[in-house]
């Protein structure tokens, strides 16, 4: 279509590459035994297919023990080859949580911590032109955050200005926040005879709950500030 057009030449952009690197002492790949207080690894799978649905190449899928010189060596590896990383867990205020204090030392941070549930830890910054994304270890944060931070930063990297267009439903049920941040709410969608969107917020919420993100069609964005909500009212769903 181009050559028939008379079109030699075009711009183009080739795919993101991304380290996805899940961090903890507690993880085992899935299919091997498990121990005292251990848990399989998953947070480094389901972020590498997040990835690839935003159009990412992965390059990177590992897991790293907390161990500082252990994960500073795989971030300034992964630093080489990606242009962005992104890590779950080690970014709270934990024994273990390392990253913030590596980041620093080999980068720099450009923010800590959102006003955000789930996902308050995030971190982000970069190591030199490589930019980084400490997730949260909760899979839930860890899944929220990437939708709501990483994708925009894939989509950015690929050429896509446009934002899609907001979508807006009615909450199905009272809820009450019991804080000032933004609060995503893991819902299930449907249209009611009247052509109406309903926004039923699964009761499962926690940020280690799969289940509720796995059964939920969209995220409900709550602003900060507002605590009490009413059957009716209009939600914003946020954006894939």
Not at 21 to 39: D, H, K
Not at 84 to 111: C, K, M, R, W, Y
Not at 208 to 228: H, K
Request: aromatic share 6%; with cysteine.
């Amino acid at each position: 279509m181009l050559a028939a057009l008379g079109i030699a030449k075009v711009a183009v952009r080739r795919l993101p590459r991304i380290a996805v690197i899940a961090t903890g002492n507690e993880l085992v790949p899935p299919g091997q035994p498990l121990g005292f207080g251990q848990i399989h690894e998953s947070n480094a799978v389901m972020l590498a297919a997040l990835a690839r649905e935003s159009g990412a190449q992965v390059v990177v899928q590992r897991c790293v023990r907390d161990e500082p010189p252990a994960l500073q060596a795989a971030l300034l590896e992964a630093a080489a080859d990606a242009d962005l990383i992104v890590t779950s867990g080690g970014v709270s205020a934990g024994e273990a949580d390392h990253l913030p204090n590596i980041l620093q030392t080999i980068g720099e941070i450009h923010f800590h911590k959102v006003r955000l549930k789930p996902g308050m830890p995030m971190l982000f910054g970069q190591i030199g032109a490589c930019l980084y994304f400490g997730l949260p270890g909760n899979p839930v944060s860890s899944a929220v955050t990437f939708r709501v931070f990483v994708r925009f930063a894939l989509r950015a990297m690929q050429g896509i200005a446009t934002v899609p267009k907001p979508v807006r439903a009615r909450l199905d049920a009272p809820w009450h926040k019991r804080h000032a941040r933004a609060e995503f709410l893991r819902c299930g969608l449907h249209t009611d005879e009247a052509g109406v969107q309903w926004a039923s917020p699964h009761a499962k919420q926690g940020s280690g709950m799969l289940r509720g993100l796995a059964e939920s069609d969209g995220l409900a964005l709550l602003p900060e500030e507002e605590r009490e909500y009413r059957r009716g009212d209009v939600v914003m769903l946020w954006p894939e």
